[in-house]
Protein backbone atom coordinates (compact mmCIF):
# COMPACT_ATOMS: atom_id res chain seq x y z
CA UNK A 1 0.00 0.00 0.00
CA UNK A 2 1.37 3.54 -1.05
CA UNK A 3 1.92 5.73 1.52
CA UNK A 4 1.32 9.12 1.95
CA UNK A 5 3.02 11.74 -0.75
CA UNK A 6 4.20 15.03 -0.89
CA UNK A 7 4.96 17.30 -4.11
CA UNK A 8 7.41 19.18 -4.23
CA UNK A 9 9.91 17.84 -1.68
CA UNK A 10 11.60 20.90 -1.32
CA UNK A 11 10.96 24.20 -2.57
CA UNK A 12 12.53 27.47 -2.71
CA UNK A 13 10.87 30.87 -4.14
CA UNK A 14 11.37 34.64 -3.25
CA UNK A 15 9.27 36.77 -1.31
CA UNK A 16 5.87 37.64 -2.90
CA UNK A 17 5.84 34.85 -5.05
CA UNK A 18 3.19 31.91 -5.25
CA UNK A 19 4.04 28.01 -4.03
CA UNK A 20 1.41 25.31 -4.58
CA UNK A 21 2.15 21.88 -2.06
CA UNK A 22 0.32 18.86 -2.76
CA UNK A 23 -0.61 15.64 -0.68
CA UNK A 24 -1.53 12.74 -2.00
CA UNK A 25 -3.17 10.96 1.23
CA UNK A 26 -3.62 6.69 1.44
CA UNK A 27 -5.82 5.12 -0.56
CA UNK A 28 -9.40 5.32 1.44
CA UNK A 29 -8.37 7.76 4.17
CA UNK A 30 -11.25 10.51 4.16
CA UNK A 31 -9.40 12.47 6.36
CA UNK A 32 -6.47 14.76 5.63
CA UNK A 33 -4.81 17.35 7.56
CA UNK A 34 -1.85 19.72 6.84
CA UNK A 35 1.06 20.53 9.69
CA UNK A 36 3.68 22.90 9.52
CA UNK A 37 6.87 22.86 11.76
CA UNK A 38 8.97 26.01 11.91
CA UNK A 39 13.03 26.27 12.41
CA UNK A 40 12.80 25.04 16.31
CA UNK A 41 9.72 24.71 16.86
CA UNK A 42 7.18 22.12 17.10
CA UNK A 43 5.18 20.59 14.13
CA UNK A 44 1.50 22.70 14.54
CA UNK A 45 -1.86 21.89 12.92
CA UNK A 46 -3.40 23.71 9.91
CA UNK A 47 -6.02 22.24 9.36
CA UNK A 48 -8.42 19.05 8.92
CA UNK A 49 -10.59 18.05 5.88
CA UNK A 50 -13.00 15.50 5.77
CA UNK A 51 -13.18 14.06 2.63
CA UNK A 52 -13.70 17.86 0.32
CA UNK A 53 -15.10 19.56 3.49
CA UNK A 54 -12.96 21.23 5.96
CA UNK A 55 -13.65 20.38 9.10
CA UNK A 56 -11.15 22.55 11.23
CA UNK A 57 -8.93 25.30 9.47
CA UNK A 58 -8.43 26.94 12.89
CA UNK A 59 -4.52 26.88 12.38
CA UNK A 60 -4.54 28.91 9.29
CA UNK A 61 -1.74 31.31 9.86
CA UNK A 62 -3.62 33.91 8.08
CA UNK A 63 -5.52 34.48 4.32
CA UNK A 64 -2.32 33.97 2.23
CA UNK A 65 -3.15 30.23 3.00
CA UNK A 66 -5.67 28.04 0.85
CA UNK A 67 -6.27 24.94 0.98
CA UNK A 68 -8.68 22.85 -1.48
CA UNK A 69 -8.85 18.87 -1.72
CA UNK A 70 -11.42 18.92 -4.59
CA UNK A 71 -13.19 15.48 -5.14
CA UNK A 72 -11.42 14.84 -2.02
CA UNK A 73 -8.73 13.07 -2.91
CA UNK A 74 -5.37 14.63 -3.62
CA UNK A 75 -5.22 18.49 -1.48
CA UNK A 76 -2.87 21.31 -1.98
CA UNK A 77 -1.70 24.08 0.29
CA UNK A 78 -1.16 27.21 -1.51
CA UNK A 79 0.76 30.33 0.11
CA UNK A 80 0.41 33.42 -1.53
CA UNK A 81 1.97 35.96 -1.15
CA UNK A 82 4.56 33.81 0.62
CA UNK A 83 6.65 36.02 3.18
CA UNK A 84 9.90 34.87 4.74
CA UNK A 85 8.21 33.37 7.89
CA UNK A 86 6.54 30.86 5.84
CA UNK A 87 9.61 28.84 5.54
CA UNK A 88 9.44 25.58 7.36
CA UNK A 89 8.67 21.44 6.66
CA UNK A 90 4.53 21.10 5.82
CA UNK A 91 3.58 17.85 6.53
CA UNK A 92 0.49 16.33 4.81
CA UNK A 93 -1.05 12.82 7.08
CA UNK A 94 -4.36 10.96 6.55
CA UNK A 95 -6.04 8.63 8.65
CA UNK A 96 -9.02 6.48 8.08
CA UNK A 97 -12.79 8.07 9.99
CA UNK A 98 -13.64 5.48 11.79
CA UNK A 99 -10.80 3.97 12.63
CA UNK A 100 -7.74 4.29 14.75
CA UNK A 101 -6.66 7.59 16.17
CA UNK A 102 -3.59 7.24 14.33
CA UNK A 103 -2.38 9.50 11.98
CA UNK A 104 0.38 8.27 8.56
CA UNK A 105 2.39 11.75 7.77
CA UNK A 106 4.29 11.67 4.40
CA UNK A 107 7.55 13.05 4.51
CA UNK A 108 7.03 16.84 4.21
CA UNK A 109 7.62 19.41 1.66
CA UNK A 110 11.00 21.98 3.18
CA UNK A 111 9.97 25.48 2.04
CA UNK A 112 12.34 28.26 2.04
CA UNK A 113 11.39 31.99 0.93
CA UNK A 114 14.14 34.19 0.54
CA UNK B 1 -2.49 27.07 27.85
CA UNK B 2 -2.91 23.37 26.86
CA UNK B 3 0.51 22.47 26.57
CA UNK B 4 2.40 18.95 25.64
CA UNK B 5 6.07 19.55 26.99
CA UNK B 6 8.86 17.64 26.80
CA UNK B 7 12.87 17.66 27.47
CA UNK B 8 14.68 19.60 24.93
CA UNK B 9 17.85 18.23 25.65
CA UNK B 10 18.83 15.45 24.02
CA UNK B 11 19.22 11.57 25.93
CA UNK B 12 22.68 10.05 24.87
CA UNK B 13 22.57 5.83 26.26
CA UNK B 14 24.44 3.12 25.60
CA UNK B 15 23.43 0.22 23.30
CA UNK B 16 21.51 -2.11 25.27
CA UNK B 17 20.33 -0.08 28.23
CA UNK B 18 16.34 0.94 28.62
CA UNK B 19 15.91 4.72 27.34
CA UNK B 20 13.41 6.52 29.49
CA UNK B 21 11.52 9.60 27.48
CA UNK B 22 9.23 11.87 29.26
CA UNK B 23 5.88 13.90 28.23
CA UNK B 24 4.27 16.63 30.68
CA UNK B 25 0.81 18.11 30.33
CA UNK B 26 -0.43 20.68 32.06
CA UNK B 27 -3.82 22.37 32.90
CA UNK B 28 -6.02 19.31 31.07
CA UNK B 29 -6.66 16.10 31.08
CA UNK B 30 -6.01 13.89 27.69
CA UNK B 31 -8.34 11.30 27.43
CA UNK B 32 -5.17 9.81 25.67
CA UNK B 33 -1.59 10.10 24.29
CA UNK B 34 0.09 9.23 21.40
CA UNK B 35 3.56 8.78 20.95
CA UNK B 36 5.45 9.36 17.24
CA UNK B 37 9.02 8.82 16.06
CA UNK B 38 10.74 10.85 13.34
CA UNK B 39 13.55 10.53 11.68
CA UNK B 40 15.69 13.50 9.78
CA UNK B 41 13.93 14.71 6.44
CA UNK B 42 10.64 12.13 7.26
CA UNK B 43 7.49 12.70 8.71
CA UNK B 44 6.24 11.08 11.92
CA UNK B 45 5.63 7.71 12.68
CA UNK B 46 2.63 6.52 14.75
CA UNK B 47 4.07 3.94 17.41
CA UNK B 48 1.76 3.70 20.41
CA UNK B 49 -1.61 5.08 21.71
CA UNK B 50 -2.42 4.58 25.36
CA UNK B 51 -5.67 5.86 26.63
CA UNK B 52 -6.20 7.44 30.35
CA UNK B 53 -7.80 4.42 31.96
CA UNK B 54 -4.53 2.54 30.64
CA UNK B 55 -1.65 2.61 33.08
CA UNK B 56 0.79 0.65 30.73
CA UNK B 57 0.70 -0.15 27.09
CA UNK B 58 3.71 -2.52 25.46
CA UNK B 59 4.65 -3.20 21.84
CA UNK B 60 7.72 -5.31 21.39
CA UNK B 61 10.39 -3.55 22.99
CA UNK B 62 8.49 -0.17 23.65
CA UNK B 63 6.26 0.54 27.04
CA UNK B 64 4.57 3.50 27.52
CA UNK B 65 2.77 4.39 31.16
CA UNK B 66 0.25 6.93 31.71
CA UNK B 67 -0.24 8.66 35.23
CA UNK B 68 -2.57 10.98 35.81
CA UNK B 69 -2.18 12.24 39.05
CA UNK B 70 1.73 13.31 37.55
CA UNK B 71 0.11 14.13 34.35
CA UNK B 72 2.95 12.05 33.01
CA UNK B 73 3.42 9.61 30.22
CA UNK B 74 6.64 8.02 30.22
CA UNK B 75 8.05 6.15 27.13
CA UNK B 76 10.82 3.21 27.54
CA UNK B 77 12.72 1.83 24.80
CA UNK B 78 14.36 -1.52 26.69
CA UNK B 79 17.58 -3.46 24.49
CA UNK B 80 17.84 -0.48 22.99
CA UNK B 81 19.52 -0.08 19.46
CA UNK B 82 21.82 2.62 17.45
CA UNK B 83 18.79 2.34 14.92
CA UNK B 84 16.66 3.48 17.92
CA UNK B 85 17.80 7.05 17.42
CA UNK B 86 15.65 9.34 16.28
CA UNK B 87 13.17 12.47 17.72
CA UNK B 88 10.02 10.84 19.57
CA UNK B 89 7.09 13.36 19.82
CA UNK B 90 4.59 12.91 22.31
CA UNK B 91 0.95 13.81 21.08
CA UNK B 92 -2.53 14.66 22.12
CA UNK B 93 -5.79 15.41 20.44
CA UNK B 94 -7.56 18.67 21.18
CA UNK B 95 -10.88 18.77 19.29
CA UNK B 96 -12.32 16.51 16.75
CA UNK B 97 -8.98 15.02 15.47
CA UNK B 98 -6.80 18.09 15.83
CA UNK B 99 -3.26 16.70 17.10
CA UNK B 100 -1.17 19.20 18.87
CA UNK B 101 2.42 17.96 19.39
CA UNK B 102 5.61 18.22 21.85
CA UNK B 103 8.62 19.63 20.45
CA UNK B 104 10.22 16.26 21.09
CA UNK B 105 13.30 14.85 22.34
CA UNK B 106 16.53 13.33 20.71
CA UNK B 107 17.31 9.93 21.51
CA UNK B 108 21.05 8.76 20.34
CA UNK B 109 21.96 5.65 20.96
CA UNK B 110 25.60 4.54 21.28
CA UNK B 111 27.17 1.35 19.91
Known amino acids: EAGVTQFPSHSVIEKGQTVTLRCDPI?????LYWYRRVMGKEIKFLLH????????ESGMPNNRFLAERTGGTYSTLKVQPAELEDSGVYFC????????????FGPGTRLTVT | SQKIEQNSEALNIQEGKTATLTCNYTNYSPAYLQWYRQDPGRGPVFLLL?????KEKRKERLKVTFDTTLKQSLFHITASQPADSATYLCARRAGGFKTIFGAGTRLFVKA
Open chain 1, 93 to 104: ASSQVAGPYEQY
Open chain 1, 49 to 56: FVKESKQD
Open chain 2, 50 to 54: IRENE
Open chain 1, 27 to 31: SGHDN
